[in-house]
């Protein structure tokens, strides 16, 4: 039985990760962390230092500024931690790096297994197409989302990007532009509205003919299926930074 804290447990993602563990015999929330007070089944905390029972793994979907101090407390507690949350700053990656020199740190902005798929799909293409299409990422999310563009768009961006020797430049939105596209831009490109759990394209766009591979979430769930996968896997690890990939490869 794997006991989990879960951080951000009165979120969207938080109740779909209880839920999801009540149904899992693997599987046991032990306590939640959120600055609110929700009724979970499992008491609820401020913080992780405040936490008093035993665990293996926090699961995080939180706020950004809610990672480091959650990364400090999980070091000392010498406990592994999955963050999912997205919109971190250079400063909070680094605090992420900096932690999983203590403890195994895994991090993906996106647990679903078919955006992993599509980030490979997206890099054969890029490789192949990049020098006479143009590529732009597009992105809708629900009402509620806080951070755009989504953590999804630019682990794709970066794939895309780590197959072009790095030489491409992310460009916004494109709303004050008043010159024509450069050839080596990615497009980024936020839609906000209602409850869309998260839809992602990729567009290559060449003369006369146009590629797009998409993904569209239909539910929270196959995020959660993906942490607590990925909880399993940590809790058997060394001190590092693990990711989708490793997730993967471990099969
Ligand atoms: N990697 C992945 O596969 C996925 C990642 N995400 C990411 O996970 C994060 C959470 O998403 P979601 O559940 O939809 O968001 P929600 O806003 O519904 O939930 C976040 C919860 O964390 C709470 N919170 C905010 N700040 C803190 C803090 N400092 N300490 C403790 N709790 C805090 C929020 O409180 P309050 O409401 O008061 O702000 C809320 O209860 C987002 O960054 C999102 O992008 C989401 C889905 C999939
Ligand atoms: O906030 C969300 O909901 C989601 N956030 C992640 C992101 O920013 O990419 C993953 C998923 O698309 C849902």
């Given amino acids: 039985m794997i006991r989990v804290i879960i951080n951000g447990c009165c979120g969207k993602m938080g109740k779909v990760i209880a839920n999801m563990a009540s149904q899992n015999p693997d599987f046991e ?5 959120d600055q609110n007070q929700c009724q979970c089944g499992f008491p609820v905390y401020k913080s992780l230092d405040e936490v008093d029972v035993d665990a293996d793994v926090v699961i995080d979907f939180s706020y950004h500024t809610a990672v480091p101090q959650l990364l400090k407390a999980a070091v000392s507690k010498n406990l592994p931690v999955v963050v999912a949350t997205t919109g971190l700053d250079e400063e909070e990656i680094n605090s992420l790096r900096e932690a999983s020199n203590h403890i195994p740190i895994f991090r993906s902005a996106n647990m679903s297994l078919g955006i992993n798929v599509l980030i490979s799909l997206v890099k054969e293409a890029a490789r192949v197409l990049s020098d006479n299409f143009d590529i732009e990422i597009l ?7 806080k951070d755009s563009p989504s953590g999804t768009a630019l682990l794709i961006a970066d794939a895309i990007n780590s197959v072009l020797a790095d030489k491409m430049e992310y460009v916004y939105g494109r709303h004050s532009n008043i010159d024509k596209r450069n050839k080596n831009e990615i497009g980024i490109h936020a839609l906000r509205g209602g409850t869309v759990v998260g839809e992602h394209e990729v567009i290559f766009a060449g003369h006369d003919e146009i590629i797009k591979i998409s993904h569209s979430a239909r539910s ?4 959660g299926n993906g942490a607590l996968l990925a909880a399993k896997f940590l809790i058997n690890q060394k001190p590092g930074l693990y990711d989708m990939e490793s997730l993967v490869k471990k099969g």
């Fill in 220 to 223: 929270r769930e196959i995020f």
């Fill in 139 to 145: 992105e809708m999310h629900h009402n509620m989302k």
């Fill in 29 to 33: 929330v032990v306590a939640g962390i």
